[in-house]
């Protein structure tokens, strides 16, 4: 019987489809890299295939931003326009979650980034990625909270408005139906 985290072949010709053609559509999100390298390499490794289907199917529109030619290291990020609609109403972290004590939200975007085997971005990625297209300009997104800010309680997201990127803080228990988060996976 397969793993809950592996895919048939079906919904991996039909990943491999989507991502290809999303690839296509958005050339300047990877300069330097080719669609058959991109498709050996998530072949060579179908452990990640599962992550980036689930990036899919909540909404992350997952992309090829980056390219390590030395390593052959390919670098995936949510592009989404807005934040991943299957990710959003969520507190930061399950700490923040427990602390709650009335009206917790359904999770954490930790756990779940960690459940689906990505990471959240950092400030320097999200930041990088706001470079690709213009990003969550009605939503926001978590992103990874230096542990001296998430110690005393708090937790930052970050949006784009008026052209510019944002950072800004929260308690980390916080969740709203415009935040969710965005992933990185790199494979």
């Known amino acids: 019987m397969p793993s809950k985290k592996t895919l048939t072949a079906g919904q991996t010709q039909e990943l491999l489809e989507t991502l290809r053609t999303r690839f296509e559509k958005h050339p300047e999100r990877h300069q330097d890299v080719q669609w058959d390298t991109v498709e050996a390499r998530l072949k060579a490794n179908p452990s990640k295939l599962w992550s980036l289907y689930e990036m899919e199917r909540t909404g992350g529109e997952p992309d090829v ?27 930061y972290d399950r700490a923040a979650l ?4 009335a009206h917790k939200p359904k999770g954490s975007a930790m756990e779940m980034a960690a459940a689906m ?70 494979i």
Request: net charge positive; glycine share 10%.
């Open 65 to 91: 931003t980056g390219y390590n030619k030395k390593t052959g290291q390919v670098v995936f990020i949510d592009c989404a326009p807005e934040s991943p609609s299957g990710r959003r109403s969520l507190c």
């Open 117 to 186: 085997g990505i990471l959240l971005l950092t400030e320097e990625q999200y930041r990088r990625l706001q470079e690709l297209g213009e990003f969550d300009t009605k939503t926001s997104s978590w992103i990874v909270t230096p542990p001296a800010i998430r110690k005393l309680g708090g937790a930052l997201f970050c949006d784009r408005r008026y052209d510019h990127v944002f950072v800004y803080h929260n308690g980390a228990d916080s969740y709203y139906a415009a935040r969710g988060f965005r992933g990185m996976l790199t």
């Open 98 to 101: 427990d602390a709650r004590k």
